[in-house]
C-alpha cells in the first residue's frame, strides 16, 4: 500500500509508538484520527500536528478501549462525519507484569478486552469497507512476546500470541483483496507501558539494552514492511536473532530453563 494520501485510524495514539506513527504519518497523511483515553493529551497533539501540517485533517476520539461497546460508538461517528479509514493501526495495548494468581481480575479483563476483543472488533468493523474500495493495510502490533509463552507475563504473552496468529490468518483470506495486513512485534521500546504494566512494590526487571530499539525505528521500519507488504515485523537485529533462536526451541527445553530460572 502506498501510504501517501492515506486515513490512517490509530489507537493508543496519544503516547509512545502510537503518537509516533502519528508523528511520521503526518507529512504524508491525508486524515488522522486518533484514538486515546486522554482526552487533553489528543487535543494538544492534534494541535502541534496542524501546526506543523496546515493540509493535514486531524480527528481526535476520546475512548476508554477496555470496553468495547466504545468500539462501536467510534465506528458510528466515523459513520455520521463520512470518515472512511484505510489504514488502521491497532497499536493500544494493557500489560500485566508478575504471578497469574496474586493478579487482578479487573487489570487481567481489561487487558484481555483491549488487546484482543476491542482489536478484533474493530478490524472487523473497518474491514469491509476497505475490501470493497480494493485497497487498505492493517497494522496490528503485537510483540515479541507473542512467540513463546512467559511465566510472569502469562496473560499479556497469550493476548500478543493470539494478535500475531489473527493477523497470519487475516492475511491469508484477505489475500486477492487489495488488503493487507501485518503484525508489528517489537521487543523492548522505552516508552510508559513497562511503567503501567509494572504493579506496585513489584521488583524492577529490565531487559539488557542491547536489546532496545528507538520508537521512532520501530515506526519507520514498519511503515517500511507495510510499504512493501510484509507479513511479519521484528524490529532490532538483536530481537530478530533472539526471536529466531527461540522459535526454533523445543518447549521441553523452554520448560527446563525456567526451571532453573526461578
Same mark, same amino acid.
Given at each position: 500500500m502506498n501510504i501517501k494520501g492515506c486515513t490512517a485510524l490509530i489507537t493508543g495514539a496519544s503516547a509512545g509508538i502510537g503518537r509516533e506513527f502519528a508523528q511520521q504519518l503526518a507529512p504524508r497523511a491525508k486524515t488522522l484520527i486518533l484514538v486515546a483515553r486522554r482526552t487533553m493529551r489528543l487535543e494538544e497533539f492534534?494541535?502541534?500536528?496542524?501546526?506543523?501540517?496546515?493540509?493535514?485533517?486531524?480527528?481526535?476520539?476520546?475512548?476508554?478501549?477496555? &470496553?468495547? &461497546?466504545?468500539?462501536?460508538?467510534?465506528?458510528?461517528? $466515523?459513520?455520521?462525519?463520512?470518515?472512511?479509514?484505510?489504514?488502521?493501526?491497532?497499536?493500544?495495548? $494493557?500489560?500485566?507484569?508478575?504471578?497469574?494468581?496474586?493478579?487482578?481480575?479487573?487489570?487481567?479483563?481489561?487487558?484481555?478486552?483491549?488487546?484482543?476483543?476491542?482489536?478484533?472488533? $474493530?478490524?472487523? &468493523? $473497518?474491514?469491509?469497507?476497505?475490501?470493497?474500495?480494493?485497497?487498505?493495510?492493517?497494522?496490528?502490533? !503485537?510483540?515479541?512476546?507473542?512467540?513463546?509463552?512467559?511465566?510472569?507475563?502469562?496473560v499479556y504473552a497469550a493476548t500478543?500470541?493470539?494478535?500475531?496468529?489473527? !493477523?497470519?490468518?487475516?492475511?491469508?483470506e484477505l489475500r486477492g483483496t487489495g488488503v493487507t495486513v501485518t503484525a508489528l512485534c517489537p521487543g523492548p521500546v522505552h516508552t510508559e507501558f513497562d511503567t503501567v504494566a509494572m504493579r506496585a512494590n513489584a521488583p524492577k526487571e529490565k531487559a539488557p539494552e542491547f536489546t532496545y530499539v528507538a520508537v521512532a525505528d520501530v515506526v519507520r521500519v514498519a511503515l517500511e514492511g507495510i510499504e512493501h507488504d510484509r507479513a511479519l515485523i521484528i524490529p532490532g537485529l538483536a530481537m530478530k536473532v533472539g526471536m529466531f533462536l527461540a522459535r526454533l526451541t523445543p518447549m521441553p527445553v523452554l520448560?527446563?530453563?525456567?526451571?532453573?530460572a526461578r
Open positions: 492534534r494541535d502541534e500536528l496542524t501546526r506543523k501540517q496546515a493540509a493535514l485533517q486531524v480527528h481526535v476520539f476520546t475512548m476508554d478501549l477496555s &470496553k468495547h &461497546k466504545s468500539v462501536s460508538q467510534l465506528c458510528d461517528w $466515523l459513520e455520521a462525519n463520512g470518515i472512511v479509514p484505510d489504514f488502521l493501526i491497532n497499536n493500544a495495548g $494493557l500489560g500485566d507484569r508478575g504471578s497469574f494468581v496474586t493478579s487482578d481480575f479487573g487489570r487481567v479483563n481489561d487487558m484481555t478486552q483491549v488487546n484482543v476483543v476491542s482489536l478484533t472488533l $474493530l478490524t472487523r &468493523k $473497518l474491514l469491509p469497507a476497505m475490501i470493497a474500495a480494493k485497497r487498505g493495510a492493517i497494522l496490528h502490533v !503485537s510483540s515479541c512476546a507473542s512467540f513463546l509463552p512467559m511465566p510472569g507475563f502469562a500478543k500470541a493470539y494478535v500475531t496468529s489473527f !493477523s497470519e490468518a487475516l492475511r491469508g520448560r527446563l530453563a525456567w526451571r532453573f
